[in-house]
């Protein structure tokens, strides 16, 4: 063996059997572990599916219907004139079905008094033009839906309906608030007719009064 491999053997046993070495093999191998096993957790992270869904997702069935996520600006109703509105509402995600239905109820109520309120400019839309929710269901109601929602790991119920109102509808409306308006002119003239009667009879009583006063004193004078 030359000189120069036996210099290179001696370096190389002692690198093997220095402490330092061992320590710093024993460190490349628990790195080179650490990032096997670093690879196969992440593997197996995006390999596994989450076990539960989000609480707030929500996830609808194949066939629920496009319509019920039809949306309309309220304000472009007075620029509907010669054109049927249309307004779909839809409860929320519920528990029962009947708490999905009493919800969409309350809900539909105040979409038609909203409507009316927009069409009218009176926000108290109950003294302008009251509907029943009978004439709502029969007039107003076009389409029915519903259905089961995943909200979550949870089944939940879900109801839809499709409102439509027609041009000549939303003139009953405007012609219900302008008779109210004028009902009030009318009222409030009579009040004032009134007010200018009783003062007219009122005058004339005092005047009345005032003449046989005077004549009964005149008369008083003579004798």
Do not use: C
């Amino acid at each position: 063996m030359s000189g120069s491999m036996k210099q290179s053997s001696y370096w190389l046993i002692l690198l093997v059997l220095s402490p330092s070495s061992t320590m710093l093999a024993d460190n490349l191998v628990g790195l080179a572990s650490s990032k096997v096993f670093a690879e196969q957790t992440a593997d197996n992270h995006s390999a596994t599916p989450l076990s539960v869904a989000p609480l707030d997702h929500v996830e609808y069935p194949s066939d629920r219907p496009a319509w019920v996520d039809q949306t309309i600006d309220i304000d472009q109703l007075i620029d509907a004139d010669d054109r049927t509105a249309t307004i779909v509402v839809v409860s929320g995600p519920s528990d029962t079905m009947d708490q999905s239905l009493e919800e969409l109820l309350v809900m539909q109520r105040a979409a038609v008094n909203a409507v009316i309120a927009q069409v009218t400019g009176h926000q108290d839309a109950d003294s302008v033009f009251v509907l029943s929710d009978e004439e709502i269901d029969r007039d107003l109601v076009t389409r029915r839906y519903d259905g089961e929602v995943l909200q979550g790991d949870t089944p939940r119920y879900e109801h839809a309906v499709e409102l439509q109102f027609s041009p000549k509808l939303r003139r009953a409306m405007i012609a219900a608030k302008d008779n109210i308006e004028v009902r009030h002119r009318l009222n409030a003239i009579g009040v004032m007719t009134l007010g200018g009667f009783l003062t007219l009879i009122g005058s004339s009583a005092l005047i009345g009064f005032t003449l046989r006063r005077n004549s009964r004193e005149g008369v008083s004078q003579e004798i």
